[in-house]
């Protein structure tokens, strides 16, 4: 009974305890399109500890995915889930809502590299509900 006490108060304490760790997200580079007014290219790094997923969004741009290490699972609404490996790139239109996007192992970081065509100045990742 204590035992089970002392792992409630921990719970209590630290709920980040039990919460699966977030993606890190590294930019980098950004570029204004100079013939394409308005528009900007960005490219960031995305690491997906394991277990981590994101939650339901959009990016309202064009968005060129290429894994470069583990296994990531993605798809967009109206699509099929897919699982990529190292070498193997995935696609998001800007007016695909991406439903699902997590790291495929529980226990191996994935690692993937984003480049983004959008809006100047725009957030790179908008919730949805």
């Keep these: 009974m204590k ?9 209590f304490l630290s709920p980040s305890w039990l919460m699966a760790q977030q ?6 580079m950004s570029k204004d399109l100079s013939t394409i007014p308005g528009k900007e290219g960005l490219m960031i790094t995305v690491v997906y500890p394991p277990g981590a997923s994101d939650p339901v969004h959009r990016h309202n741009a064009y968005g060129f995915i290429y894994v470069l290490e583990g296994s990531i699972v993605m798809q967009v609404r109206g699509g099929k889930e897919v699982t990529l490996t190292p070498g193997q790139s995935f696609y998001e239109g800007p007016d695909d ?6 790291n495929a192992s529980k226990t191996m970081p994935a690692k993937f590299v984003v ?8 957030p790179v990742l908008i919730p949805v509900k």
């Design 3 to 11: 035992i089970a006490k002392l792992v409630l108060c921990l719970v």
């Design 23 to 28: 993606a890190k997200v590294t930019e980098i």
């Design 97 to 102: 809502v991406h439903v699902v996007g997590r």
């Design 115 to 122: 480049f983004l065509v959008k809006d100047k100045g725009a």
